[in-house]
């Protein structure tokens, strides 16, 4: 039996030993991560990514050839939501039916909207005062200057309307994302 172990034991390191020293190939983006990769490794936006791979809007997460200013509010943001992103921005009639299809593709309609309103067709924005227009199509979103303090990044010294600010900034081979403490409004 000792023999056996030894035997093996030899047989595993060998082989071992001859995979370290086969040529190795480390697979990776010639172009980098993009926009749906790294929104794909950072957890505390995971519910804004999946209300995002809900639409149709996904596909620009990955599109090489288009670049995109991402706002994508924190977890913490979202959860914070008196309505939920699938809910309408105002109390629905309860007197009104409407079949379960019509109701799926209302919440969908409504999530459609949220997640483009989040998306600015740029591929990055000027940390000035300036307004932007979102993928919504009658909806722009106003950055101020907020904070003088030339010790930030340009882009920490400001936020959406003055109040949401932008926490931490992404950069993939389409475009750039910005965490947000808070979500854009629909106003």
């Not at 172990?5 to 001859?18: D, K, M, Q």
């Not at 936006?45 to 995109?68: P, Q």
């Not at 593709?105 to 932007?132: C, F, G, Q």
């Amino acid at each position: 039996m000792r023999f056996t172990l030894s035997a093996i034991f030899v047989l595993a390191t060998s082989l071992f030993a001859a995979g370290v020293s086969a040529e190795q190939v480390i697979m990776s983006s010639p172009q980098g991560s993009n926009l749906f990769d790294l929104l794909t490794i950072e957890p505390s936006v995971s519910i804004f990514f999946s209300y995002a791979r809900e639409t149709e809007i996904s596909k620009l997460l990955v599109d090489t050839s288009i670049k995109n200013t991402l706002l994508v509010p924190n977890n913490r943001a979202v959860m914070a939501l008196a309505r939920k992103p699938h809910q309408d921005t105002s109390p629905v009639d309860n007197s009104i039916e409407m079949t379960e299809q019509e109701f799926d593709e209302h919440s969908k309609s409504n999530v459609l909207r949220w997640v483009s309103m989040h998306i600015i067709p740029v591929a990055d924005i000027e940390p000035t005062d300036r307004e932007y227009p979102t993928l919504a199509d009658d909806k722009s979103i106003v950055f101020k200057v907020v904070d003088k303090d030339s010790e930030k990044p340009d882009w920490a010294r400001v936020a959406i309307d003055g109040v949401t600010h932008l926490v931490q900034k992404k950069e993939a081979s389409n475009g750039v994302f910005y965490i947000i403490d808070g979500t854009v409004k629909d106003e």
